[in-house]
């Protein structure tokens, strides 16, 4: 597998002013079509239907907006296909395999690598030797497959960080904490005010892979997140249940149910202020507040836990657009993915979108409020970003760590740590052997 790792400069300096895209590709409206053809290439300006995962209202805006510009500019009818998240998450392989839309949403790093290896998607390189020049190696990177082929256009990039209110920090005097020991009293406090210190939840399986990520991240450093995504290093190595140990620490702090609870509400419960902190991206977060809310929004960059590693990393995911293999219209589809790869359409798209960041060379972005401003420069300090859990490594080992990840939920005892990795370590043995 083609190693994806960004160094500080070649990475994240353009990461800084850029991002990643959206997000996954729809399934359930997927388009009519031939289940064992692709057909003729068709016109450059034949219509086409874009699979989305956008399916919250304020993404599903910014990408009606960008979707419009380029039907604005390139002439192709464009129709919208949106499916929730999850599912289309979810059902991506039966998609891709099935009858899927003309373009669709989805993720940089290895879940695109994967799909691409499987000859579901179509080689976009003539699309990027038009677009080549907007955006830095560390994109291209991304948006390349295994086999040096790219096969994503990518839109935005977004941090995940620990969120708060301000105007709570200032009533309470809360100070940001820079230290794990800073941190678990901050949360101390919380709790005796009367807050729940860590919103927190984990019913769409994927958010609690963020807070794995970090403290694996913190405590062992980027080489090992890496060689335990490729299975390079066993999920039972003891840096992996020392991240459960870390984890088991706060667990006290965090809001109770998770498992029952989706992100959303989560983050109500942090814009309601009746809850503390939350980790999570700010494409979730800054994207869930009302826009009168907003500007009481900020954010620190997770605390140091081993002085070894810092705050050098984070997870800061890059979502963009592909072309499945087996979508109708593809000249018009790389028409338009030709127009979504311009300093151009970015900026219509953050016109909008007031939570990510884009990361086209010549961008303007007028409109970027302060936690933008600030993803920004916290990106640009991290020395690695990473892609998150389940963009790193294959879609199988994902699922069977969403399940253990919600086990220790239930359970946070290292007693069930032991149990879960081990689990984790027996499946991993075949899944990275098929």
């Given at each position: 597998m083609t190693d994806l790792r960004m160094s500080r400069r070649s990475a994240l300096q353009g990461l800084a002013g850029a991002a990643a895209l959206f997000g996954a590709p729809a399934f359930l409206t997927a388009c009519s079509g031939d289940d064992d053809k692709t057909g003729d290439a068709g016109s450059p300006t034949d219509p086409i239907t874009f699979g989305s995962n956008y399916s919250d209202d304020a993404t599903k805006t910014a990408f009606a907006a960008l979707t419009a510009a380029a039907t604005e500019s390139?002439?192709?009818?464009?129709?919208?296909?949106?499916?929730?998240?999850?599912?289309?998450?979810?059902?991506?392989?039966?998609?891709?395999?099935?009858?899927?839309?003309?373009?669709?949403?989805?993720?940089?790093?290895?879940?695109?690598?994967?799909?691409?290896?499987?000859?579901?998607?179509?080689?976009?390189?003539?699309?990027?030797?038009?677009?080549?020049?907007?955006?830095?190696?560390?994109?291209?990177?991304?948006?390349?497959?295994?086999?040096?082929?790219?096969?994503?256009?990518?839109?935005?990039?977004?941090?995940?960080?620990?969120?708060?209110?301000?105007s709570v920090f200032a009533a309470k005097g809360y100070q940001v904490p820079t230290t794990w020991d800073a941190f678990v009293a901050l949360c101390q406090r919380m709790k005796t005010d009367g807050l729940v210190p860590l919103a927190f939840a984990e019913k769409d399986g994927w958010p609690a892979l963020g807070t794995f990520d970090i403290l694996n991240l913190r405590i062992n450093g980027f080489e090992f997140h890496t060689s335990l995504m490729k299975h390079e290093a066993p999920w039972t190595d003891p840096r992996v249940l020392a991240v459960f140990d870390q984890w088991r620490q706060i667990m006290p702090y965090t809001q109770n149910g998770a498992n029952g609870r989706t992100w959303q509400d989560a983050a109500k419960a942090l814009e309601n202020k009746q809850a503390g902190m939350m980790f999570q991206g700010s494409n979730q977060v800054a994207a869930n507040y009302a826009p009168a809310n907003l500007a009481d929004l900020d954010f620190f960059p997770y605390p140091v836990i081993n002085p070894a590693h810092g705050q050098k990393y984070m997870d800061a995911p890059t979502d963009g657009f592909m072309l499945p293999k087996k979508g109708k219209n593809p000249a018009a589809a790389k028409a338009v993915l030709q127009y979504i790869g311009t300093a151009a359409a970015e900026t219509k798209f953050l016109e909008t979108d007031h939570w990510d960041v884009g990361l086209a060379n010549g961008l303007v972005a007028p409109t970027y409020n302060e936690i933008q401003k600030k993803s920004v420069a916290e990106i640009a300090k991290c020395q690695n970003v990473s892609q998150f859990m389940d963009r790193d490594t294959v879609p199988d080992m994902a699922t069977v760590m969403i399940k253990a990840i919600q086990t220790f939920i239930d359970a946070p005892t290292m007693d069930t740590a032991s149990s879960i990795l081990k689990s984790a370590e027996d499946q991993a043995k075949t899944i990275f052997t098929k």
């Open positions: 390139t002439k192709v009818p464009i129709t919208v296909n949106t499916t929730d998240h999850n599912t289309f998450q979810n059902n991506i392989s039966s998609y891709l395999q099935g009858t899927p839309d003309s373009l669709a949403t989805w993720f940089a790093g290895y879940r695109l690598q994967f799909f691409a290896a499987q000859g579901l998607l179509t080689p976009i390189d003539d699309v990027w030797e038009k677009i080549g020049g907007t955006f830095n190696d560390a994109a291209k990177s991304l948006s390349k497959g295994i086999d040096g082929h790219y096969y994503l256009v990518p839109l935005y990039n977004y941090p995940w960080v620990v969120f708060y209110n301000k």
